[in-house]
């Protein structure tokens, strides 16, 4: 988490990707997209989300311009999260669909997970509560396919809040419990904590 640093390394990678002569034009162009990526990723670290969308927009026109449609994938995820952290819902709805397309059309089931996830968030904050469902139930699916049992926790923590939004309490308290016992598990004291609240403001709910 030494971002600073990070980010001096990158100003570095760019200057030599300049000086290089004997490389093909696209294999620098490719090494400059990755570069504005990582720049991207630290912004959005450090909560610069303006400063964030502008690098990974530099990365995403080099992909565009390179027809690397793969990659664009990532890239239009990350500006997905960005426009999200900025408040602009339907933007970031837009900019996941872009890249769950990219992810269907080249078979990357796993990858799919975290759009579906990131796609339940947004409606979520929309309060179209049955379709976060939908989509956190797709990620879920997925997760457990692959046996990802660590990322299973916070989609089980959402459709718990998705299904106490719905007001089927007894769903919620489930899905709850599903995911405090993997983070018990895997020792995820931050992740327990926001469970047994949300347990708690159940509780009170239902007085």
């Not at 090494?31 to 990974?56: D, H, I, S």
């Not at 990219?102 to 947004?122: K, N, P, R, T």
């Not at 895997?186 to 904590?193: G, H, P, V």
Request: aromatic share 16%; hydrophobic share 30%.
């Amino acid at each position: 988490q030494q971002y600073k640093e990070s980010q001096k390394s990158y100003e570095k990678t760019l200057q030599i990707y300049d000086l290089l002569e004997n490389e093909e034009e696209a294999q620098k162009q490719f090494g400059k997209a990755k570069t504005y990526y990582g720049f991207g990723r630290v912004a959005q670290k450090l909560g610069e989300f303006e400063e964030a969308r502008g690098y990974y927009q530099l990365a995403l026109d080099i992909y565009i311009k390179y027809v690397d449609r793969y990659e664009q994938a990532d890239v239009y995820h990350q500006l997905g999260r960005v426009a999200h952290k900025l408040g602009e819902f339907e933007e970031a709805r837009s900019y996941y669909q872009l890249a769950l397309d990219i992810f269907i059309e080249y078979g990357d089931h796993y990858s799919q997970a975290d759009v579906y996830h990131q796609l339940g968030y947004v409606v979520q904050d929309l309060r179209e509560f049955k379709e976060a469902r939908g989509y956190y139930q797709l990620a879920l699916d997925i997760f457990i396919e692959y046996g990802d049992r660590y990322s299973q926790a916070d989609t089980y923590h959402e459709l718990g809040r998705v299904a106490q939004k719905l007001g089927e309490f007894e769903n919620a308290r489930r899905n709850y419990q599903q995911a405090l016992e993997i983070d018990i598990e895997y020792n995820n004291l931050d992740s327990q904590a926001s469970t047994y609240g949300q347990l708690g403001l159940l509780a009170e709910a239902q007085e």
